[in-house]
Antibody, heavy 120, light 110 residues
Framework: EVQLVESGGGLVQPGGSLRLSCAAS????????MHWVRQATGKGLEWVSA???????YYPGSVKGRFTISRENAKNSLYLQMNSLRAGDTAVYYC??????????????WGQGTTVTVSS | EIVLTQSPGTLSLSPGERATLSCRAS???????LAWYQQKPGQAPRLLIY???SRATGIPDRFSGSGSGTDFTLTISRLEPEDFAVYYC???????????FGQGTKLEIK
């Protein structure tokens, strides 16, 4: 069964850091681009970052310079290092598999999410 | 940056009716790069449609996508009770790769 399981969420103070992890199983992790997508309570989806199969990272302007995406193919794991966190980063963070390898320019498998709360 | 605007914000229909959801882009989008998702409360999104009109694995054929350029449509031919959810469109932009979501359409039971 194809599965993504996020972990590492929690409560952090403004200006603090947090590292999210995503454990993948049931597919050849190294062959897929991977993403992080977040959703604030009651709001829509926001793409946070992507990483290609070669480890090339991509970010929107809202998190560039503060967030770092990485992957460890030997461990079938995806990470998101979040620094200089702000209240506006409070959200559920989803790990998702990219479908570009199959010409699907979206996310075809999603985890259940991990909650990040930035508050003093 | 391409902005996706979905309409209506909320759509109230009854089971058995036909639903038509719109996604309009601020600039032309390649049909290959337009996807639709369904999200139910407390759940992760689920990919429904990719490449504007291709159904993802396991998606019932009552779901269909169409459109090109700046106007895209998700149609649900006959609504089932489990179809009431929030729907998002999403586009991929290259050089560098970016992904943008619409603000969502809530499909609710009338």
């Amino acid at each position: 069964e194809v599965q993504l399981v996020e972990s590492g969420g929690g409560l952090v103070q403004p200006g603090g850091s947090l590292r999210l992890s995503c454990a993948a199983s049931g597919f050849t992790f190294s062959s897929y681009d991977m993403h992080w997508v977040r959703q604030a309570t009651g709001k829509g989806l926001e793409w946070v970052s992507a990483i290609g199969t070669a480890g090339d990272p991509y970010y929107p302007g809202s998190v560039k310079g503060r967030f770092t995406i990485s992957r460890e193919n030997a461990k079938n794991s995806l990470y998101l290092q979040m620094n200089s966190l702000r209240a506006g980063d409070t959200a559920v963070y989803y790990c998702a598999r990219g479908g570009a390898a199959m010409d699907i320019y979206g996310m075809d498998v999603w985890g259940q999410g991990t909650t990040v709360t930035v508050s003093s | 940056e391409i902005v996706l605007t979905q309409s209506p914000g909320t759509l109230s229909l009854s089971p058995g009716e036909r639903a038509t959801l719109s996604c309009r882009a601020s600039q032309s989008v390649s049909s290959s790069y337009l996807a639709w998702y369904q999200q139910k409360p407390g759940q992760a999104p689920r990919l429904l449609i990719y490449g504007a009109s291709s159904r993802a694995t396991g998606i019932p054929d009552r779901f269909s996508g169409s459109g090109s350029g700046t106007d895209f449509t998700l149609t649900i031919s006959r609504l089932e009770p489990e179809d009431f959810a929030v729907y998002y469109c999403q586009q991929y932009g290259s050089s560098p790769p970016t992904y943008t979501f619409g603000q969502g359409t809530k499909l609710e039971i009338k």
